[in-house]
């Protein structure tokens, strides 16, 4: 009971995370993934992402039960419809995810139970850049503010580390804050 | 009947858009807007985004009907139970939806009317990475791939103009490519 328990500390198979870390280690192209999205516009601000298929651990993934569907729009304020949050909560939304499934599975390599992990954030914006009304002001935020409030078997202290571990090993903490190259192509069809 | 088609071109309210932007230019303090997100973790790779509230043209929003909620996840292959889209895959949306909203935004105020704007994105990483196995490839993607599709009542040109000047002018776009300041406080709870 002990073990099954152990096993699946904060519901990670911490079994599965040694044995993925070993694995990657030992034949490191196991480690190169490719993701992907398919986009289709539906008039107005609305649109759909389509997210299914990638590749990773040295093949094209097939297990995968159900496509997964992202609705995108704007409020009416920005001219809009509602019709799903928009683009930048959208990435709002990826900054929390990567940055508290990073901090779930440190805590879970370090053996540190976890009870409660919540984070609330920020991004402050002025439209007139992106709305093309000044070349003055950046298009997208200014900055982002992130909140954790975590709780768990470990002292604060340790609690906080894990919390700046996941920064530091954060996909999306790291292309948010230092940038990545974006090539963007077109065929008229 | 012209009259009420041109005003929802590509179903965006032009006459409202060129209204927004009179208004803004008038009163730039009017531009100024808070997106937020709460996040939420249930367990392994499995945590939740709630999207509601925003500040923005000089008030806290009211409009909004309902809340939005987007899961995250992890493949089996990296220890989750596919509830949802992973992060760098939510990153991939926010970037297909803002560039697409910015390039029909754009068409509409030029009075080019679409018929269909599709986009496939890929990006590329080494997990090594973000799993802490390896401090020489970074934890994000190394580059992303946009590759967009679209046809309008105008020449392949001018729409291919229109997806220049919507990387030119999308927030995401511009997060993603250049970065943003990220601050992350916590708090044992």
Chains 1, 2 share one sequence.
């Not at 911490?14 to 192209?29: F, G, H, N, V």
């Not at 982002?144 to 768990?152: E, L, Q």
Request: hydrophobic share 40%.
């Amino acid at each position: 009971m002990f073990e099954v328990l152990n096993q699946l500390r904060n519901g990670v198979d911490s079994e599965q995370l040694y044995r993925t870390l070993d694995t990657i280690k030992t034949d490191p192209a196991l480690g190169v993934f490719q993701f992907r999205a398919r986009n289709r516009w539906f008039g107005g601000a609305h649109n759909r992402s389509t997210i299914e298929g990638f590749y990773g651990a040295g093949q094209e993934d097939s297990s995968r039960l159900r496509t997964f569907e992202l609705d995108a729009g704007e409020p009416a304020v920005l001219l809009g419809a509602d019709t799903g949050a928009n683009p930048v909560e959208h990435l709002l939304h990826a900054l929390a995810a990567c940055l508290t499934t990073s901090l779930v599975y440190i805590a879970s390599a370090r053996g540190v139970m976890l009870t409660f992990v919540e984070s609330t954030l920020e991004g402050d914006m002025d439209v007139r850049g992106s709305l093309g009304l000044s070349d003055e002001v950046r298009n997208g935020f200014e900055h982002i503010r992130v909140s954790f409030r975590v709780s768990g078997d470990a002292p604060a202290e340790q609690l906080r580390e894990i919390v700046e571990r996941a920064q530091a090993r954060s996909a999306v903490f790291d292309m948010i804050t230092n940038g990545v190259p974006v090539q963007v192509g077109f065929a008229a069809v």
